[in-house]
C-alpha cells in the first residue's frame, strides 16, 4: 500500500519547492517510483521537477464537456473518456510520474472530473510506494476528497507571525473537515536564523505536531526557483534538503 505525503499552507510559502524537495529526497532513497500530484491550478511542479506538463485534468474535463454538448462523443462513456485523457496527460519520467490538476478554462465545478480522478488514483497509486500531493493554498483539494486518507500531512509557512497563526486556522479546518492523516509536520520556510520563533512550542502544542523543522532562507533554491531549474538538481550538501532528510518526518530511510 503507498503512503500519501500532502502538503499544504497558504499561498507563496514555498509548497511547491518543498513538495519536490520530498520527491527528491525519495528518490534519492531508493523509494520509487513515485506518484507526485501537481493540485495547485496555479503551481509549476512540471518545472520543479524538470519535466513537462501539456494535458491537465481541467484541459480534460473542458474537452470532454465540449465533445459531449457537440454530440461528438460517441460509442463511450464521458466517464471512460475522462480516464483515458487523464491516463495519457500522466507524464512518465524515470523515477517517478505526474499528474496534474490545471485550471478549468469554463464554468462549472471540479466535482466530475475530481471523482474520476480519485478513482484514477486510486488504481494508480498501487504502483507507487509514495505518493506526493502538492496542494492549492488551503486545504480545497484535501476537502474534494482526491484522496482518503493522508500518511503524512505538512502545513507549510514563512516564519512571519501571518503565516504562523495560519498553521493553526489550517489545524483547525483539517480537524473541523475530519481529515485523516497518520502524521502532521509543520514547516517554518525560509527562515533568516537558526532559531524557531519563539511561538513555535505553543503552536506544536496546539496541533499536537509529531514534526517540527524550520528550513533556512537558501541561495542556490532561490536561484534554481528564478531560473526554472529542476530542484532534483540540487547539490547533495544543500542545507535545505539536509533538513529535508526523511528520517527528520519518522520515514524510514
Known sequence: MSKIIAVTGKGGVGKTTISSLFIKSLLDAGKTPVLAIDADPNSCLDAALGVKVTETVGKAREEIRDASSSGALTGISKNEMLQVKIEQGLVESKNFDLIAMGRPEGAGCYCYANNVLKD??????????????????????????????????????????????????????????????????????????????????????????????????????ASFSEAEKSFLDLSAKNPVLEKMNLSNFGIEM
Open 120 to 221: 484514477i488514483i486510486s488504481k494508480l497509486s498501487s504502483q507507487y510506494p509514495y505518493v506526493v500531493l502538492d496542494n492549492e493554498a488551503g486545504l480545497e483539494n484535501l476537502s474534494r476528497r482526491i484522496v482518503k486518507d493522508v500518511d503524512l500531512l505538512v502545513l507549510v509557512t514563512d516564519p512571519s507571525n501571518v503565516g504562523l497563526s495560519t498553521l493553526v486556522r489550517l489545524h483547525k479546518l483539517a480537524n473541523e473537515m475530519e481529515m485523516r492523516y497518520g502524521k502532521l509536520a509543520l514547516i517554518i520556510n525560509r527562515m533568516r536564523s537558526d532559531e524557531l520563533p519563539p511561538r513555535v512550542n505553543e503552536i506544536k502544542e496546539i496541533t499536537n505536531a509529531d514534526f517540527v523543522i524550520g528550513l533556512p532562507n537558501d541561495s542556490e533554491i
